[in-house]
């Protein structure tokens, strides 16, 4: 479909959301009630809120994990927890944190945005969305069975041979652990591929790739890194498994194996997946700090650039968690060097933030305060990231608290301020209610005192030679008062959590009903009512420019973007496909329906890796078979599949 022939296809004027189309539009894209509509549902609104919610649920456990922790190393000599206790409460910990919190829950903002602001009516893939939720949650809750089979997980979230080998590893802990990391790898993977066809293919017509909000450009270019990184890790685990189940030996160094290739597969994976729980955090935070700010953002194409660049670059300095093994100079410096460039372009965001609060007219609401609190997270996580990135103060602070210390800022400090931060923000649109504003205040200084007095302590603590992966510490070292601090800050942390989920269960009965855009807010999802109805909009807007809600008031007089104006697509189920670039329309295409098949196929690989682990192999290959008949159910057409190019309505 040329633009011409777009122009020529009859477009609908003036439709609202009380019109008969609209209705219309409703009994088509509605999901049924009862349970099998709930489980069958590809409304990526439905899916984003449930990986959000779960998500939550995850860092709930990963919390009270932590607290254990704290307590065990308040005080030097401590007996609540044994050794083996340790090792698997400190590695279910960081794996929950890390991957079943820090990204899914980020996935939950993008599924829930990514249709809203493109100004498209559902993801590229709906029913690959449902089904990388279902993946995500039964990985994780297969994960958490090891903590009932009293078998968790045990070597550290990065799991590093040989210990992880069979002969000094021999329970199913870690068979656990990889097998639940390919199986959420699964999940990644499909979700990444999702995102990036929509960005690229499910933009409204004159969205080009200059106008998208930033949001889209890190969720995108973090799902590229994710098809290129978890094969990486995806692989180090299915060898592990090999070596552990039948005794092959690609990290068994006395059979011609080598150790460091874990730490290079994984590595390889793992440097890139902290930008994957980064750069998203950063488009939300460069999406709606403006709406506080009262001004569009500061350097919007150095901040797109920024974040493509960091991006790639973190794909060339995973081997600075590796330079205290012993690898040659040469890499050293190159890796070094390397570590030092990525700090340029991931500052772009820091000072592109700054400049708009410090040219804005700042509206100190809690979702402002949160995205104060994330720049100075982002800040503290950077500096102490470059001095990782030194040789010489490496090998100095390696397996040491500092670096403990470290990853908490990035890993976690920085995404949980975007992420609280944006609950505020689109908290309304998701619910038509406000969060409490005043008592936010009030849970954000609670949050941010509890999280720098949980970590900051923990750079002196590393400074002072505390190593990190150790259950307890003898007296008299030094390390007892900042230990102390750490863990009265963990606890004021955990009490600011426990307070803003009281708030958001309390809004979700009593808050302020909020409108279809409270913020006066620029962008497209603010066009919709709170929440937004099943089928988004109910003509596909075009879009003239980056802010098309604040296009009056910036006084371009040249650009105006139609909301109200254009074609329908109500003939069942469909989509405007647009093209790459400039976002010209290119052909009108039909969406799946409701089905419960992601579900099913699902619960077939969960049946699977189960007997996998349990060596059953009749239970694995029923799980095969089933799942490839529900892939057969899923893919098989319901009717003849249509694309209408330019068809007249």
């Not at 080009?208 to 995108?220: D, E, K």
């Not at 040469?330 to 460039?341: D, E, K, N, P, R």
Request: aromatic residues 14%; contains cysteine; neutral net charge.
């Amino acid at each position: 479909m040329t633009a011409a022939e777009y122009d020529r296809v009859p477009q609908v004027v003036g439709a609202d959301y009380e019109s008969p189309l609209a209705r219309s539009l409703e009994r088509i894209w509605a999901t049924k009630p009862g349970l099998l509509g709930w489980i069958s549902t590809v409304d990526h609104k439905e899916i984003g809120l449930r990986y959000i919610v779960t998500a939550f649920a995850f860092l709930i456990a990963g919390g009270l994990e932590a607290l254990v922790i704290r307590v065990q190393l308040a005080r030097p000599n401590q007996a609540l927890l044994t050794p083996e206790q340790y090792d698997e409460l400190f590695s279910m910990h960081g794996i929950t944190m890390i991957f079943l919190y820090a990204s899914p829950v980020l996935s939950g903002f993008s599924n829930y945005l990514f249709p809203l602001v493109l100004g498209a009516r559902d993801m590229a893939f709906p029913r690959l969305n449902a089904f990388s939720y279902w993946v995500y949650l039964a990985a994780g809750l297969f994960i958490y069975a090891s903590l009932l089979a009293a078998a968790a997980p045990n070597d550290g979230w990065f799991n590093y041979v040989p210990y992880a080998l069979r002969e000094y590893n021999p329970g199913p802990n870690l068979d656990f652990y990889a097998l639940g990391m390919i199986f959420l790898g699964i999940s990644t993977t499909v979700g990444s591929a999702n995102f990036v066809v929509t960005f690229l293919r499910m933009r409204a017509p004159g969205m080009s790739l200059n106008l998208v909000p930033i949001l889209t450009w890190g969720t995108t270019t973090v799902s590229v890194g994710n098809l290129l990184a978890v094969p990486s890790v995806s692989l180090a685990f299915f060898l592990l498994w090999t070596d552990r189940q039948f005794g092959t030996h690609f990290f068994r160094p006395n059979s011609g194996g080598h150790p460091l290739l874990w730490q290079h597969l994984f590595w390889m994976f793992a440097h890139p997946w902290v930008y994957v729980v980064v750069l998203p955090a950063m488009g939300l935070v460069s999406d709606s700090l403006p709406f506080f700010c009262r001004r569009p953002l500061v350097g919007y194409a150095a901040v797109v650039v920024g974040t493509v660049t960091t991006m790639a670059l973190g794909f060339g300095v995973w081997l600075h968690h590796m330079f205290a093994t012993g690898i040659p100079f040469l890499a050293l410096a190159f890796f070094s060097g390397a570590s030092f460039a990525i700090a340029i372009p991931s500052a772009i965001g820091v000072f592109a933030w700054i400049a708009t609060i410090w040219t804005g007219r700042p509206v100190l609401a809690s979702a402002f305060l949160y995205f104060a609190g994330f720049v100075v997270m982002f800040v503290i996580g950077g500096v102490s990231g470059v001095v990782t990135a030194a040789v010489p103060a490496d090998l100095q602070v390696t397996d040491t608290y500092f670096v403990v210390a470290h990853i908490h800022y990035v890993l976690i400090g920085i995404n949980l301020f975007a992420v609280l931060g944006a609950l505020h923000v689109w908290f309304p649109k998701m619910t038509g209610r406000f969060l409490n504003e005043t008592f936010g205040k009030w849970v954000f200084w609670v949050v941010f005192v509890g999280f720098n007095l949980a970590f900051l302590p923990m750079h002196w603590t590393g400074l002072l030679g505390m190593p990190r992966r150790i259950y307890t510490y003898p007296a008299g070292l030094g390390w007892e008062t900042p230990n102390l601090i750490t863990t009265a800050g963990a606890f004021v942390l955990a009490f600011g959590i426990l307070l803003f989920l009281i708030n958001v269960f309390a809004s979700l009965r009593n808050g302020e009903v909020a409108g279809p855009n409270p913020w006066d807010a620029p962008s497209l999802e603010w066009s919709t009512p709170s929440p937004p109805p099943p089928y988004n909009f109910p003509v596909i807007p075009r879009i003239a420019s980056r802010h098309p809600l604040w296009e009056p008031r910036l006084g371009d007089r040249q650009r105006r973007s139609e909301l109200r104006t254009g074609l329908a697509l109500d003939h069942g189920k469909e989509a405007l496909v647009t093209t790459v670039l400039d976002a010209i329309p290119d052909a009108i295409l039909k969406m799946p329906d409701d089905t419960p098949a992601p579900f099913i196929v699902t619960l077939a690989m969960s049946a699977g890796f189960a007997g996998l682990l349990l060596q059953a192999w009749w239970l694995a290959g029923i799980g095969a078979i089933a799942t490839l008949a529900g892939l057969l159910v899923w893919l098989w057409p319901e009717r003849e599949l249509e694309q209408r190019a330019g068809t007249p309505r």
